[in-house]
């Protein structure tokens, strides 16, 4: 049996002939999309010109898409080659400039800066574990006409091996659950890099017949195990032998647990009207046939809708190590036989909103949208109080320092339809109390176009005070600790972003005060004074006559005095060549992806405070990353063969250290299977 599936997820920019990316599957009332039922699946026959092509159409949808006030079309899961060999977790959705150890399942650095203003309260400036842990913000809420299914494992040099299991059902019309596992066990290709991390979240989706009532519940747990080294102690010795490989820590190790559970309520308050209309025609003959046939309207006042969060986030952190190792903290523990600083924070969410949004056969609409909001957060934390220490029979322990806190906030969001040429959006909130007491933002934007059409141009702003992240102000480990009363930081910002045919611009300038950052002596350290940043990012996805280009490059001016280091130049590029064989039973591309960084200083990292830090012992090279990969599909089976790090196998140089001083290791094999079941 011959098997015809879709190759491409790429838009070709200047040809008559083009293949339907995942954007425009979206659809629009003039695509040649039409959905059918085969083999259980949902499918889209794709016709431009003389090229036919089948794609498995499973949608899904974010949490914000299925809370939207206005209809969003679905996206649909990926079933094409494009990217399949970037296995890591973390370098999925297209987030290709990470700093990392050189192992999957540690901790990565954002090398493209784009300060977090979502979150109310945050513990830290970044999360640098979050791209291996399944939040809700992040899931996709799949829909399957009635099952999907999918298996994915990939194994690598020194024992390295990733795998999850995903399945998402229709238990009736109305409700759909799906869960996935994900497991990292990677050894690494140094000493004390090891990684074992679990993933595990489960969904439920319903919403009543009248659709008048909408349930989401999620479960996420995440438990991530790393060995920690401390990195290389002499790099320059182990450059010139790598036998000669000595790390500062070699019985550290950092945990961390979360488990995050969020139940959604929305219920619509409109009522119904219905009209009864009659034919005459239609009288007569029901007459005649002793019938009765009459015809309903049904419509939908909307007196706007009503919704409850409820989220309950419990995290811990553990860096526990059984030696006391001086010259690499440079002072001296409270606790010199072995250490265990530990960090425990629960936070309890409770928000609860009206809107206007329009809603599905709505009567009534209006051309300002608007949401009320308020939101009540809970927050414990515990840390151990070392310089309290009590001693009972002979055994050191610690008290536990408690902090609670309780703050509202509330708000209102402002929103037009977007699925007009011209529309706008808006947002403000203020807290009351708490930490983040007198915290506030204020944003809005401006769209010209629609998504799914050629241009689509988006203007947005906003300006934040919030209070530091609480780690900066207050930390107390064996090694380590401050109290620190920084003022709230500002950022306003103004950006740019453009789409037009395979071809996306996005320019952010920030006006940053009051910035706070890990300084040399690895204590936070805040700059009083205004800064000026900018960044700059272009993107291309094309294709042309079976070779596919795709490329992501950065330009940034970030202030290197008084804040962090980041790289001013940075680029992705993937060339590739796609084809079929056996009368199209399997697609294939093979092609080389390429990473650069342009010289700066990379942040070092400090496990005892689970932070990167400014350094200026290490200014890094020009560095290139090349891997060379085949893709291949059969049927509903994609595989995967890499080379990853090709110049260290091909020629001698320097390692690439993206982190002082853990060595990305050399040329490594990569093997990788994906496995979709649609019924």
Not at 111 to 131: A, E, G, K, Q, T
Not at 202 to 209: E, Q, R
């Amino acid at each position: 049996m011959r098997h015809i599936i879709c190759l491409f997820f790429i838009s070709i920019f200047f040809l008559p002939i083009r293949l339907i990316s995942q954007e425009n599957l979206t659809g629009t009332e003039n695509d040649t999309v039409v959905d059918i039922i085969h083999n259980e699946a949902n499918i889209a026959t794709c016709c431009n010109n003389d090229s036919i092509f089948l794609v498995f159409k499973v949608p899904w949808f974010t949490k914000e898409q299925l809370t939207s006030p206005f209809k969003v079309k679905p996206q649909y899961i990926d079933t094409t080659l494009t990217a399949l060999q970037l296995y890591d977790y973390a370098y999925k959705n297209d987030a290709f400039f990470l700093a990392n150890k050189g192992n999957v399942g540690h901790v990565n650095r954002n090398l493209y800066f784009d300060p977090d203003v979502n979150n109310v309260f945050s513990l830290f400036s970044d999360d640098y574990w979050s791209r291996y842990i399944l939040s809700h913000s992040d899931l996709k809420f799949i829909r399957p006409i009635h099952v999907y299914s999918e298996l994915n494992y990939v194994i690598g040099s020194e024992r390295e091996q990733l795998f999850y299991a995903k399945h998402s059902q229709k238990i009736n019309e109305n409700s759909f659950m799906g869960f996935c596992y994900r497991v990292i066990s990677s050894p690494g290709a140094y000493t004390r890099l090891g990684s074992r991390n679990n993933n595990l979240y489960g969904l439920y989706d319903y919403i009543s017949n009248n659709e008048k009532y909408h349930l989401i519940t999620t479960v996420n747990y995440s438990n991530i195990m790393n060995q920690e080294s401390g990195g290389l102690i002499d790099h320059v010795a182990f450059e010139e032998d790598e036998v000669r490989e000595d790390v500062f820590l070699f019985n550290a190790e950092f945990r961390k647990t979360d488990l995050e559970i969020v139940v959604n309520n929305f219920y619509r308050i409109g009522f119904d009207v219905s009209s009864k209309t009659e034919n005459e025609n239609e009288r007569i003959n029901d007459t005649i046939n002793n019938e009765q046939n009459s015809s309903n309207e049904i419509r939908r006042v909307n007196l706007g809708r009503i919704g409850h969060e409820f989220s309950f986030h419990r995290q811990s952190f553990v860096f526990e190590d059984r030696d006391a190792v001086y010259p690499f903290f440079d002072t001296d523990p409270h606790n010199e036989s072995n250490t265990f600083d530990s960090t425990y924070v629960q936070v309890i969410s409770n928000e609860i909103f009206w809107s206007n949004f329009p809603e599905k056969g709505g009567k009534f609409t209006f051309p300002l949208n608007f949401k009320i909001f308020l939101k009540h957060q809970y927050i414990n934390l515990k840390f151990p109080l070392f310089s309290n220490s009590l001693k009972t029979n002979n055994e050191e322990h610690y008290p536990v320092n408690k902090m609670y806190y309780n703050q509202y906030t509330p708000g209102i969001e402002l929103k037009s339809d977007h699925n007009r040429f011209l529309s706008f959006s808006g947002l403000a909130r203020y807290t009351i109390g708490g930490y983040n007491s007198n915290d506030f933002l204020i944003s809005g934007g401006v769209s010209l176009g629609r998504l799914n059409t050629s241009h689509y141009l988006q203007l947005n702003a906003y300006y934040r005070e919030r209070e530091v992240p609480y780690f900066f102000n207050y930390y107390n480990g064996n090694y380590h600790g401050w109290n620190n009363d920084f003022n709230k930081n500002r950022i306003a910002n103004a950006s740019v972003r453009y789409n037009y045919s395979g071809f996306n611009l996005t320019a952010n300038y920030y006006i940053l005060n009051n910035m706070v950052f890990m300084n040399e002596d690895i204590e936070p350290e805040q700059n009083p004074s205004t800064l000026s940043a900018f960044n700059f990012r272009a993107g291309t996805d094309h294709s042309f006559a079976g070779i596919g280009l795709r490329n992501d490059i950065v330009y940034q001016a970030i202030p290197v005095s008084g804040f962090e280091d980041f790289p001013s130049f940075m680029s992705y590029h993937s060339l590739f060549y796609g084809g079929s064989l056996f009368d199209d039973a399997l697609f294939y591309q093979i092609g080389i992806d390429l990473n650069y960084n342009a010289p700066y200083y990379p942040s070092a990292y400090m496990p005892t405070v689970l932070q990167f830090y400014k350094q200026s012992e290490y200014r890094s090279q020009h560095n290139f990353l090349v891997d060379v990969f085949l893709n291949v599909k059969i049927s509903h089976a994609r595989i995967f063969l890499k080379y990853q790090n090709l110049g260290g196998f091909v020629y001698q140089e320097k390692p690439v250290y993206h982190i002082p001083y853990y060595p990305v290791p050399e040329a490594m094999f990569k093997f990788g299977v994906s496995w979709m079941f649609f019924n």
